[in-house]
């Protein structure tokens, strides 16, 4: 098969369209032909080398987590799933036109949904329900401030939280102000804007899927008692703030989870935008263009 290929950390420029051995098919697990695949900061953490400590690379090696395509076999003991399938799954070694993948993970695409799109789905949507429905445990009623709102992430974030019966305040910089306004959210406040984060009232939990300076500026916004949630790890001040409970959380591919995300998605009611479509071959424009930053989900078609 063709994938792209990593023989070492670096820039863009080492993401090689290569030929690479065709993934071996295990018990519970099914081969999946490749329609299409996105790519997320992970992605670009693991080729810098950046996120090597927590997520390395065995060299010559394959990144990618989001698959959405085609079962063309089945390995020993797999049920409910049948070569012909379309399906997607937060999964690993994607950038390639193969990819083996647990059946437990995979979740069958809707009908309505186009099997390429469908790949802009899986990491954020269920970081983002992961971020709020276990990270910050958020109830009906209660205050949650979610930071990046506008990102895959982030938009997921603010639709599980209002389906929680939450009231959101939308995190974004002050360039993105007018399109978070479309994202259903309660308040939306620029937290690049000091003025405007020291106006903030005490909120019941922070959803933080920025990170950094950002992210340890509002943990002060937490009152005693209730949650920070990252995606990115704990704050650096984190110390300072005995009384709040810091959750770090982790994405797991949950093939349930996925298909409530994509129906809010075909229901109209989540938007992940993409805005742009390339060939696998050109995954190193890809990464360029997301480095760049302002733009949705960039999808690479096998």
Do not use: W
């Not at 437990?104 to 799109?117: E, F, M, N, R, W």
């Not at 205050?143 to 639709?159: D, E």
Request: hydrophobic share 50%; aromatic share 4%; glycine share 12%.
């Amino acid at each position: 098969m063709k994938a792209i290929v990593i023989h070492q950390y670096g820039g863009p420029e080492e993401l090689k369209f290569e030929d690479f051995p065709d993934p071996v098919v295990g018990t519970g697990q099914v081969l999946v032909r490749v329609a299409a695949t996105s790519i997320n900061p992970v992605d670009i953490g693991r080729r810098s080398g950046r996120m090597k400590a927590m997520f390395p690379i065995k060299f010559p090696g394959v990144i990618g987590v989001d698959v959405a395509g085609t079962i063309v076999k089945l390995g020993a003991d797999v049920h409910g799933l049948s070569v012909g399938d379309k399906v997607f799954a937060y999964a690993d070694k994607a950038y390639a036109e193969l990819c083996a993948v647990p059946a437990a993970t995979l979740a069958k695409i809707p009908a309505a949904l186009d099997v390429i799109d469908a790949a802009a789905l899986p990491l954020v949507t269920t970081t983002g329900h992961v971020l709020i429905a276990q990270g910050t445990g958020i109830k009906a009623g209660q205050t949650v401030l979610i930071t990046g709102a506008v990102g895959g992430v982030g938009r997921s974030a603010v639709y599980v939280a209002k389906q929680r019966g939450a009231r959101v305040i939308a995190g974004v910089r002050k360039t993105q102000i007018e399109e978070a306004k479309k994202l259903g959210a309660d308040q939306v406040v620029a937290i690049d804007d000091d003025a405007a984060v020291a106006k903030l009232p005490m909120v019941d939990a922070v959803a933080d899927a920025v990170g950094g300076k950002t992210g340890a500026a509002l943990l002060g916004k937490v009152g005693k008692g209730g949650v920070f949630a990252s995606a990115l790890g704990p704050p650096m001040n984190a110390k300072d703030y005995p009384g709040v409970r810091i959750a770090p959380i982790g994405a797991m591919p949950d093939a349930k989870v996925l298909l409530e995300m994509s129906r809010a998605v075909l229901d109209g009611k989540l938007v992940i935008p993409i805005s742009l479509k390339l060939p696998l071959s050109k995954a190193s424009d890809g990464h360029i263009a997301v480095q760049k930053g302002g733009i949705g989900k960039v999808l690479l078609t096998a």
